[in-house]
């Protein structure tokens, strides 16, 4: 079954215009580079196509009673009101259509839900309103937040148009980096309020919690730049703080690597100014609550 | 269906030597009359509706493009959390108050509403609830911004407006429990001889289930405010992590009053229908029975799907297994109710009067936003959808061109039978059209926008978001500027105009007591119970 | 309105606003029943975690688990709090020790304490710890720094599609008053 929705997928997927961040008019779910991202795609493209079926049925027997049986053609109404038989039809079918969905729904659930053999964990931290990336027992974390461009135009009446700033809202000053071809697992928590994580193209998004660790796996299978944002609402500036993730090769990934951990002693000093700045955001946050 | 047998009916069009309305205000502040609470709630919720409708303006205007253009962020999510307390408990669940009060005694045979002290009482606790919530918008900090589920700890987080929210939604909860008792005791003990209850119309019966499911929740939707309120000041955690409780069990608590929520928005609007359907198509509804145990079995699902609202807070497999299958399980008895309705069109003889026209565009879109809620239930698609605007789009479709809906197609079909006028049909179907029209162009591109990524309560937007955002915001102000047309039929038909028959539609099947009296019917109805064969 | 009619009317409208009052009541049942909850449902009753338990050693030798550390202090820039090493191998039913380091960074005293998280959580109720530092409210001197130890077993019945562990700790002020 799902092997056919892959088919009407793929088939979907090349009408429809997927030149990522460009796409104006972008009317479907993107297809994404993860297993997983690829399998939801086709459980949702099999549940609209489920539903776009029982819709041409129900709307088609609609539209003809309305077109048919009209006053002022003369129609002369039926006088019965129930029949059993077509009744248990209509009740016992959507229930063998339901159960259909509902195995392969299962079985991408288990897969997802499936953290073994995690290569790489990544501890993010969400605050309002940035990330914070630590790369466990590697010794490379940092601050993600809102590309500066982006911010000085998503100020109120700021002059600026957003379509001349690239990536607008969608860019970071750090982006959390990852190798290709690696199950990376997220460890997920908060410092203050729920925030989500999510990248379209990775199929997935998990809430942050305050005091809870919440997990979560993807494994990106082609080199790129994948654009998500905070998906649950955290206050002021809940529209601004995207996610972005950059997918490099093994090799250039250990070197990326290396450089932050070489760059790390020499930047000690950075990562505090960093710290004071999320704790003048904290502070004024706290003075509206106050 | 029951057979109505009329000849009881007109009894009580000729005696009314006692009293009518009093004069004045006390007619309305110390009403006591179903019929004149009935006007005051639906009154009530229409000036709600622009309130609300209004914020969804401001709402949609900064959205018109990109960049934040009108307002800030802060007041852009008090006016999405505004728009939403205001649109649930302001302007759809009263006017199905109204609703109920107008046409429930109506249709059993009763002369009143069961405790009219108590109605009158219910009603207004409204106006102070809804004046103390919207004070929140000039309060120091603003109105609440944190969504109308007020998930902490971010709800924890609002200004001075926070206690004033809390206790308006307790006077809400408190007016809609009273009103439900009513309704309870009203269909239980009032019911004319012969009138069983499998004999009720489908309104008074939708309306009865729900009466329940609102004392089962609104409840709880209070304790879990509560437990806010001393979270923030009294020093309890119950949500608070660092007190060693936890933030996801009030989503928990939420949603299990959140979820049967959604269909105590939705079942009347279905018993609506399934009064109009049959008479415009001069057939009598198919499937009655079925109709009834579909209701039931809704209501009864709405208690264990919960956590549909909330698959992303990270729950055990097994957990969220259960939860998709009871979510899709939903699917049977309302698609049970869509067949019903396009069987008992199938064979009839149309006629398409306001209120048909409004039935049947809500058989339509009520289904499309079936079939996304379908969609969502698929717990590995819905990690994709939610929080996005595919959720803002499903809801929108079940709650607008739903309930909504629903709602004008109940007040042109009755509208006649209350005012003893009828109404200004051109004028009624010229609303019909630009409402249905624009309702899509509204809401339909938000399924779009929520697939392609965006995600809904944001202020401000990817520019590769800006064009359907232009056309959803155009559809806005067409459906907003369009309901000012309502607004004029109903007040026209207020004052005047053609003098209503008391069966007012030229249909045989007209069911219910209510076409058996006179339009308007008289100030005390049924004072004599009719009897029903 | 006749006598009877108006006492039907009373009673069944005190029964309805007892269901209400139930229905109320059952709102603030539902904490303590989260929890019940959680625990059947394997979800991870954060009770547990509070206990410390009573655990025989059995080591089950054939697998290898990886337990991870890790650690938030939600009251910004006043705390210098992780976990001493990242993460570690061990073996189910054996018993372990971690330590986590915390610094109060602040220039007065400060009552804190430590909120525990396991993740997944249905590896909850599989990691036993007999001794832990959570939920105790921490004395702080200015500046101080100290150690806190944490020592566990995880169950040898840790399901089999479990291969890590996570344990976190987040550090949060005590509140004034609260234990
Ligand atoms: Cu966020």
């Not at chain 1, 919690?209 to 979560?216: A, C, I, K, R």
């Not at chain 3, 975690?49 to 688990?65: F, G, K, Q, W, Y």
């Not at chain 3, 004395?139 to 089999?160: C, G, N, W, Y």
Request: proline share 6%.
């Amino acid at each position: 079954m799902l092997k056919i929705s892959r088919y009407v997928a793929a088939a979907a997927a090349a009408c429809l215009p997927t030149g990522a961040a460009l796409a104006a008019w972008e009317l479907n779910m993107p297809v994404g580079v993860t297993e997983l991202s690829r399998e939801i795609h086709g459980l949702h493209m099999l549940i609209l196509g489920v539903c776009a079926v029982i819709a041409v049925v129900v709307f088609s027997v609609m539209i003809y009673s309305i077109v048919k049986f009209r006053r002022s053609k003369g129609a002369v109404p039926a006088t019965w009101d129930h029949s059993t038989k077509v009744e248990v039809v209509w009740t016992v079918i959507p229930i063998a259509i339901l159960v259909g969905m509902a195995i392969p729904a299962a079985e991408t659930l288990i897969k997802i839900e499936d953290m073994r053999d995690s290569e790489l964990t990544v501890k993010v931290t969400a605050y309002q309103w940035q990330w914070h990336y630590d790369y466990l027992d590697k010794g490379v974390s940092f601050f993600s937040r809102l590309a500066r461009d982006s911010d000085d135009a998503r100020r109120l009446n700021s002059g600026i148009d957003p379509r001349t700033v690239d990536n607008y809202l969608l860019e970071v000053d750090n982006r959390l980096v990852v190798p290709v071809d690696t199950k990376v697992r997220l460890l997920l928590t908060s410092n203050d309020v729920i925030h989500a994580w999510w990248v379209p193209q990775f199929g997935l998004k998990k809430d942050a919690y305050p005091g809870f660790v919440n997990e979560m796996w993807f494994r990106a299978e082609e080199p790129g730049v994948y654009r998500g944002q905070c998906a649950e609402l955290c206050g002021y500036d809940h529209g601004f703080m995207p996610v972005v993730v950059e997918v490099k090769t093994k090799e250039e990934f250990e070197a990326w690597l290396q450089a932050q951990q070489q760059a790390n002693g020499a930047a000690e000093s950075e990562v505090a100014a960093v710290d004071s700045q999320t704790e003048n955001a904290a502070v004024a946050t706290v003075a509206r609550a106050e | 269906m029951s057979t109505v047998d009329t000849h009881a009916g007109h009894s009580d069009t000729h005696h009314h030597d006692h009293h009518g309305p009093e004069k004045g205000w006390r007619r309305w502040l110390l009403a006591t009359n179903h019929k004149d609470i009935g006007t005051m709630y639906l009154l009530f919720s229409l000036t709600m509706f622009f309130v609300g409708g209004l914020m969804a303006l401001v709402i949609r205007a900064e959205l018109f493009q990109p960049g934040l253009q009108l307002v800030n962020p802060q007041f852009f999510n008090s006016m999405t959390t505004m728009h939403a307390l205001v649109m649930i408990f302001g302007a759809v669940m009263p006017a199905f108050v109204g609703l109920a009060n107008w046409m429930i005694p109506l249709q059993i045979g009763a002369p009143d509403m069961a405790l009219p002290r108590m109605n009158n009482f219910s009603f207004w606790i409204l106006p102070f609830s809804f004046t103390l919530l919207l004070s929140t918008l000039f309060v120091e900090g603003g109105a609440p911004a944190s969504g109308w589920t007020l998930y902490p700890p971010l709800s924890l987080q609002t200004g001075n407006a926070f206690p004033l929210s809390i206790f308006a939604i307790h006077l809400m909860g408190a007016s809609s429990i009273m009103g439900a008792i009513n309704v309870i005791v009203t269909i239980m003990n009032m019911r004319a001889p012969g009138m069983t209850l499998l004999k009720m119309p489908l309104f008074a019966w939708t309306w009865l289930i729900t009466a329940y499911l609102l004392i089962a929740v609104m409840p709880v939707l209070a304790g879990a405010v509560t437990m806010l309120l001393t979270d923030h000041y009294f020093g309890t955690s119950f949500f608070s992590a660092a007190g060693g409780g936890d933030p996801v069990m009030y989503q928990h608590i939420f949603w299990f009053f959140g979820h049967p929520e959604v269909y105590i928005m939705i079942l009347p609007a279905f018993g609506v229908i399934s009064e109009i359907i049959p008479t415009f198509a001069r057939k009598r509804l198919f499937g009655y029975d079925a109709m009834v145990y579909a209701t039931a079995s809704i209501a009864f699902l709405s208690f264990i799907v919960w956590a549909h609202h909330m698959f992303t807070v990270g729950m055990p497999l097994a957990g969220q297994m259960f939860f998709m299958l009871a979510t899709m399980l939903i699917a049977v008895p309302t698609g049970v109710k869509v067949f019903n309705w396009t069987a008992t069109i199938y064979k009839g003889s149309l006629s398409f009067e306001p209120p048909m026209l409004f039935a049947l565009a809500f058989v339509f879109l009520f289904t499309i936003g079936g079939f996304s809620g379908l969609m969502l239930a698929i717990v590995p698609a819905d990690f994709q959808y939610h929080d996005t605007y595919f959720v803002v789009a499903h809801f929108h479709y079940v709650l607008v061109p739903g309930a909504v809906f629903a709602l004008m197609a109940g007040v042109y079909y009755w509208l006649p039978k209350w005012t003893g006028h009828m109404y200004n049909m051109t004028l009624a179907k010229w609303h019909f059209w630009l409402s249905a029209i624009f309702v899509n162009v509204l809401f339909f591109p938000q399924h779009f926008l929520g697939l392609a990524g965006m995600p809904r309560r944001i202020p401000d937007y990817n520019t590769q978001f800006a064009d359907w955002n232009m056309i959803s915001s155009i559809g806005a102000f067409g459906f907003g500027l369009s309901q000012l047309l309502f607004a004029v039929v109903i007040f026209q038909a207020i004052r005047g105009g053609a003098k209503a028959t008391d069966k007012v539609w030229d249909s045989a099947a007209p069911h219910g007591l209510e076409w058996t009296l006179s339009s308007p019917p008289p100030y005390h109805s049924f004072e004599v119970a009719p009897e029903v064969k | 309105m006749n006598d009877q009619l108006k006492r039907n009317h009373r009673s069944l409208a005190s029964r309805l606003w007892l269901f209400a009052g139930g229905s109320f009541a059952f709102g603030f049942a539902l904490v303590p029943l989260y929890d019940v909850l959680c625990d059947v449902t394997g979800y991870g009753n954060r009770s547990r975690l509070v206990e410390a338990a009573e655990v025989v050693e059995a080591p089950d030798e054939n697998r290898s688990i990886t337990v991870e550390f890790v650690s938030t202090a939600p009251t910004y820039g006043n705390w210098e709090f992780r976990p001493a090493v990242g993460s570690m191998q061990v073996q189910p039913g054996k018993l372990y020790e971690a330590h986590f380091e915390a610094r109060n960074l602040r220039s007065q005293p400060i009552v804190a304490q430590a909120v525990p998280s396991i993740t997944p959580f249905q590896a909850t109720r599989y990691f036993q710890k007999t001794e832990c530092f959570c939920f105790t409210p921490q004395a702080f001197a200015a500046e101080e720094s100290r150690q806190f130890t944490v020592r566990f077993i995880v169950d040898p019945k840790l399901p089999a599609n479990i291969d890590r562990v996570t344990l976190g700790y987040a550090m949060y002020d005590a509140k004034q008053g609260s234990g």
